[in-house]
């Protein structure tokens, strides 16, 4: 199948090649990027379930801390729970670049991908409301952010910043919505997962033991020899100086303080459409897309053989319509069919596969290769389209290379017949098991060549003139010399000594486990300093007062229009007037902004919301709010001008509030001092 992304291909073997030299193809982690994901989660949940029962909604921070005073188990445990968040976006953004770059993104795994774009933003998500639970600096910079997008939907009666505006803390309210959501969001997860491998079958959940037992114990390990420091409490006066951030959750918030939340919201939106789109631009040409498979339901015998081997159940078994034999045939579904071709070495009677690619197509082009050029008693190779790319990139190799869609869509006759008409020997080459690009050919291809598996290999074969390998793009060497060692002994000639694996191979794994587990901590423990040039005087309120009401009689005529519940002696509207804020700052206005009230009618109070930069040391502030009213609604109303004046001093990060106080008048208050 052509891909969109050659290079990026080859940029992946180098990186894949790279892992495989350190760690064997059958211990890479790089293939292994899905299953990962889930034991990651799966981490995230039991250790989640110990933290669940020590957190209290009305002491978020003090909870932190007594949890990380714990002797034994609270304070490794909560740097667990962290550590397996950051794993499971390590490999989340893994998975999805390999699928990208591997070109499985369209067609029959659209819905793969677009279900996984969403469980990505569904673990984002959960994320944030985790840190927010926290509530140290970190976790309030989420909050602020995240208010601030929220503001601008028009479902909440009230902006959602004016929730951090005053200088008490947050109500417990704020947190049981955000541990109700941190609760809840991973229920989405689930449903989004099952729509990711929906249309798999036979799906590997969990990666092969060892690897499995490795990352657990790696992951403990990191946990007692790394844990995560508690950062300073959140505190709603002062925004911090600095503050320990998760890169891998909070990217982009360096780059969003202080920017309008338009621009963050068309930022994510735009990244998530553009994410959500590649299934349908980031494809081959439709002139190169692979045909899928078809059935000769007339030859069909109805075995169910292709029906159990297909990775993707893109085949049924129907009632017979055409011909005799069976009751039931195998028909191809075209939309889930990803035209691998493993079907079509499934079918004894060479009737089903990709249009050029049946076990019968295969046995008309190995004769006429073979009589265009004969072997002469030589050893052939059939390789998967990956690895066959990696063994013409090679110079001086003089092997008679036969490419395959995949491994597994080798008929065993077409094998049979290259060793009947002259090979001496028959290599079959394809990627390692959890790297396939379709997913088990390498599993069919051993099943069908050593168990038996229908269609298999014939029995008047020697199974000694056929080698299997599974090598990765860093394992070609390997690969290389096990095909001189199997061509010298099928020539009956010496057989190279082969080098055993380097004892140190252990331990060279074990140091890169170690690295990336290290790099991992790195990620989850870094700081971020945010530059302050000075402070902020913030005005949050809605208007309580000056309400205006105008009351009229209205005419016998509007009475007996009127139902009789709904008649009255008088009419009266009330409306709030809008207002004037300007802030003065050293005599110069550094705010001057009308402030509309409410509601279609008005008759919603206006709320005040506004965050006014100050630069270091002492100023002049001067703050009005002036209700604007017609002469008429002056004298129907009383509504008396608030304003305060005061000498601020202003420290890096602190923030000066500005509210109405008891009596009428504006309240300044000032930040705690740094110590308290």
């Known amino acids: 199948m052509p891909l969109p992304g050659v290079p990026l291909q080859r940029a992946l073997d180098l990186v894949d090649a790279a892992f495989d030299r350190l760690m064997a193809s059958r211990f890479n982690p790089l293939y292994q990027t899905g299953p990962f994901i889930i034991v990651s989660l799966l ?82 998500a959960c994320g944030w409301t985790g840190f927010i639970l926290v509530w140290d600096v970190f976790g309030l910079q989420l909050a602020l952010e995240g208010a601030r997008l929220f503001d601008l939907l028009p479902f909440f009666p009230e902006a959602l910043q004016s929730q951090f505006a005053n200088e008490s803390s947050l109500g417990t309210g704020f947190f049981f919505v955000n541990l109700f959501l941190h609760v809840a969001i991973p229920l989405g997860m689930v449903f989004a997962l099952w729509l990711h491998i929906s249309r798999t079958a036979r799906t590997a959940l969990f990666p092969p033991r060892a690897l499995l037992l490795g990352f657990l114990a790696g992951l403990v390990a990191l946990s007692i020899v790394w844990p995560l420091p508690l950062y300073p409490e959140a505190r709603l006066d002062r925004e911090p100086v600095s503050f320990g951030i998760d890169w891998l959750f909070a990217f982009w918030v360096p780059l969003m303080i202080g920017k309008s939340p338009w621009i963050t919201a068309a930022w994510w939106a735009g990244s998530g459409a553009v994410f959500a789109s590649i299934p349908w631009w980031w494809r081959p040409r439709a002139a190169a897309r692979p045909q899928a498979s078809v059935v000769d339901e007339r030859q069909c015998r109805g075995c169910e053989q292709c029906y159990l081997d297909c990775p993707y159940e893109a085949i049924q078994m129907i009632p017979r319509t055409v011909g005799t034999g069976s009751a039931e045939v195998a028909r191809v579904t075209p939309d889930l069919c990803v035209s691998c071709g493993i ?126 390998l599974e090598h990765g793009p860093g394992e070609v060497a390997d690969a290389l010399v096990a095909i001189e060692t199997f061509r010298r002994r099928s020539a009956g000639t010496q057989a190279p000594v082969v080098v055993p694996p380097s004892k140190l191979r252990a331990s060279v794994r074990v140091l890169t486990a170690a690295a990336l587990f290290g790099a991992l901590g790195l990620l989850a423990t870094t700081t971020w300093a945010r530059a302050h040039e000075g402070g902020a005087v913030r005005l949050a309120w809605r208007q309580s007062g000056g309400l205006i009401e105008q009351c009229r009689t209205p005419s016998e005529a509007e009475q007996a229009a009127l139902p009789p519940h709904m008649r009255r002696p008088k009419l009266c509207e009330r409306r709030y007037p809008d207002s004037r804020i300007t802030v003065r700052v050293d005599g110069e206005t550094a705010l001057d902004r009308l402030v509309e009230a409410g509601g279609a009618r008005k ?46 001093d202003v420290e890096p990060g602190a923030i000066w509030r500005v509210r109405p106080g008891a009596d009428g008048a504006l309240l300044l208050v000032a930040p705690k001092p740094l110590e308290q």
């Not at 591997?102 to 793969?112: C, N, S």
């Not at 990696?390 to 008929?411: F, I, M, P, S, Y």
């Not at 028959?426 to 099943?447: D, I, M, T, Y």
């Open 343 to 468: 079907c079509s070495a499934s079918c004894d009677v060479l009737r089903v596969g990709p249009p050029g690619r049946t076990g019968r197509d295969q046995l008309v082009a190995i004769k006429g290769l073979l009589q265009e050029r004969p072997t002469d008693g030589a050893v052939m190779v059939f390789a998967c389209a990956q690895s066959a790319r990696r063994l013409r990139a090679l110079a001086g190799t003089d092997l008679t290379v036969v490419e395959l869609e995949c491994a597994g869509n080798l008929h065993m006759d077409a094998l049979a017949t290259a060793l009947k008409r002259g090979a001496a020997g028959v290599v079959v080459w394809s990627c390692p098991p959890r790297n396939c690009q379709f997913r088990e050919g390498p599993k069919w291809l051993a099943a069908r060549t050593d168990d038996k598996r229908e269609a298999e290999l014939p029995e008047s074969v020697d199974r000694a003139r056929v080698l299997l």
């Open 603 to 648: 008759d919603r109070a206006p709320q005040v919301l506004f965050s006014v930069p100050v630069a270091l040391g002492k100023h002049a502030l001067a703050v009005a709010v002036e209700p604007v009213l017609s002469a008429e609604e002056h004298a129907a109303t009383e509504h008396v001008p608030l304003a305060v004046e005061a000498i601020i």
């Open 43 to 124: 981490s995230l949940v039991v250790t989640g379930v110990y933290l669940f029962i020590f957190y209290r909604v009305a002491a978020p921070y003090e909870t932190m801390r007594d949890i990380e005073g714990q002797l034994f188990f609270g304070r490794w445990i909560r740097a667990a729970h962290r550590y397996a968040a950051d794993a499971a976006m390590v490999f989340t953004a893994l998975h999805a670049l390999r699928m990208f770059v591997q070109g499985r993104t369209w067609g029959a795994r659209a819905l793969a991908w677009v279900s996984g774009i969403a469980m990505s933003v569904l673990l984002l």
